[in-house]
């Protein structure tokens, strides 16, 4: 049955396994690392072409969001051929099939092309897995998914890799593991909400809300980008003429841990609706907090010992797990395409901070004479107080009023509060036996109470298109046409509820 618990287990298992795959490729380090040195004398070209090939890419599915979204979820064949495809030419890149790239240009350039749009079509594939998982079980469940999913992506990366196996594995079959998962995720048409009615991003009723903390963190990739192009010692090093990346420090790696796995324990537990959601709204406020203190307090101390031998603190993956999680808020909140939120405020600012740091900076500082004595002490400094400022642009953004009261709508558990509590209970049993969402339950209540499209869209802090999708998968679910079919079905379970209690 659509909404079943093993239908929500088997999306849930499936949007989990994929994105711990995908994970490591946005890591920075990752490519300089694994593929694109392997080319010999055409590696920064092939870097630069594939870094290119995405940024167009992530600009095409922001503009052509419908199409593309419809094309990938009418056909789940194209992920599987992806998946193999991502295969084959990664197993070229890595040198599984032939040990060096140098004496084939033409075969180089078809394997870094057709890498970079298996990437593409997996990537997409992926977000819109991820929203079909919050539309159907809900959006803590999202982000639940996400924190989870990052760690383990940590635990797979090449880049934090201690044997030669594990080394080659990602780069080689992720793609493929990743473009599967999405292939072979189950699908409920009754559940998947229609790509025609999504809200365009600049149509976004709080777009403008969440633009300053969404914003500064393009301006934190720049920073870090000029960062690294001073000094990629503390990225790579080269060993046994190949590109290695540098030791890992313990206290980056724990300190990113602990903070994914707050937002992890903070998600699942406002899953639970057996709590109220001031409980809830609390908790997940306590752990954030906790969690960019934690950030915050390394980038303090380098600040503090600037000059001198400053603590140089990589929050990058912790950053980046943190937007991801905004990212998929302001989606939901504002009834928006995936593929345009995540391109443009994701995909674009990792591949944007890339471009600035291998392809733009280095010859822009040899042809300005800076080296890394004179430039790196700076760009540190500049780049904490970036991620400092940004850190806590996101913790107000994600405290504010609006956005709690869209996390924490009021609970449909029976409580003591009288008559409208009672109705919140006969919704949730309605909701429970017709397999409708959290958030359908909530909108279900409104409608109720009589409420229109665009009054419940503002009291539940979302977009009036968001409320009518909504509605029209309650009256698909429940058999009705109308509001009033809705209040009369409410009104009759709670009438025979009063007359069985007798």
């Not at 419809?70 to 032939?98: H, N, Q, W």
């Not at 060993?239 to 707050?262: M, N, R």
């Not at 674009?348 to 890394?372: H, M, R």
């Not at 009589?450 to 679910?477: C, D, M, P, V, W």
Request: with cysteine; charged share 15%; aromatic share 10%.
């Amino acid at each position: 049955m659509v909404g079943s618990k093993s239908y929500k287990s088997a999306l849930t298992i499936a949007n989990f396994v994929g994105l711990s795959f995908l994970w490591p490729y946005y890591q920075r380090a990752f490519y300089r690392v694994t593929l694109f040195y392997r080319l010999g004398e055409g590696a920064e070209a092939g870097y630069g072409l594939f870094l290119v090939l995405l940024l167009a890419g992530c600009v095409v599915a922001a503009v052509k969001y419908r199409a593309i979204e419809a094309l990938l979820d009418r056909e789940p064949i194209l992920f599987a051929g992806a998946a193999v495809f991502s295969l084959m030419t990664g197993s070229y890149l890595m040198g599984v099939v032939m040990p060096s790239a140098e004496a084939a240009p033409v075969l180089s350039l078809l394997a870094v092309v057709g890498y970079a749009v298996t990437f593409l079509i997996i990537s997409a594939g992926a977000v819109l897995m991820l929203m079909r998982l919050v539309y159907t079980v809900g959006l803590f469940q999202g982000a639940a998914v996400l924190s989870a999913s990052s760690m383990m992506g940590k635990v797979l990366s090449p880049v934090t890799a201690t044997s030669d196996s594990l080394f080659g594995f990602v780069p080689v079959v992720g793609l493929l593991v990743a473009g599967l998962s999405v292939a072979l995720s189950p699908r409920a048409p009754s559940t998947v909400e229609a790509t025609s009615s999504y809200d365009r991003l600049t149509k976004a009723p709080y777009l403008k809300t969440w633009l300053l903390p969404l914003s500064a963190y393009f301006v934190l990739s720049v920073s870090h980008a000029f960062r690294y192009a001073f000094d990629m010692t503390n990225e790579v090093s080269a060993v046994g003429g190949e590109i290695v990346p540098a030791a890992v420090s313990h206290f980056p790696v724990i300190s990113y841990f602990t903070f994914a796995g707050l937002l992890l324990v903070a998600s699942a537990h406002s899953t639970r609706g057996n709590i109220p959601s001031w409980n809830r709204s609390a908790f997940w406020v306590a752990a954030l907090g906790v969690a960019v203190g934690l950030l915050a307090t390394p980038v303090l101390m380098s600040l503090a010992e600037f000059g001198d031998d400053p603590v140089t603190f990589d929050a990058g993956l912790s950053l980046t797990l943190l937007l991801a999680v905004c990212i998929l808020l302001f989606t939901y909140q504002n009834r928006l395409s995936p593929l345009q939120t995540f391109g443009v405020f994701l995909c674009s600012a990792l591949v944007v901070e890339k471009i600035v740091t291998y392809l733009l900076c280095p010859p822009l500082l040899a042809s300005i004479g800076q080296t890394a004595a004179t430039g790196v002490y700076p760009t540190i400094m500049i780049s904490e107080l970036a991620t400092l400022i940004m850190l806590f642009l996101f913790l107000a953004r994600l405290c504010q009023g609006n956005v709690l009261a869209l996390l924490f709508p009021a609970s449909a558990s029976p409580s003591a509060d009288g008559e409208r509590d009672k109705r919140r209970t006969v919704c949730a049993t309605i909701g429970k036996e017709a397999g409708l969402s959290d958030r359908e339950v909530d909108v279900l209540y409104y409608l109720s109470c009589g409420y229109s499209a665009k009054r419940t869209g503002e009291t539940l802090f979302i977009s009036e298109r968001t409320a009518q999708t909504h509605t029209q998968n309650i009256y698909r679910k429940l058999g009705v046409h109308n509001r009033q079919a809705i209040i009369d079905l409410v009104e009759d379970v709670e009438r025979d509820r009063r007359e069985g209690g007798k």
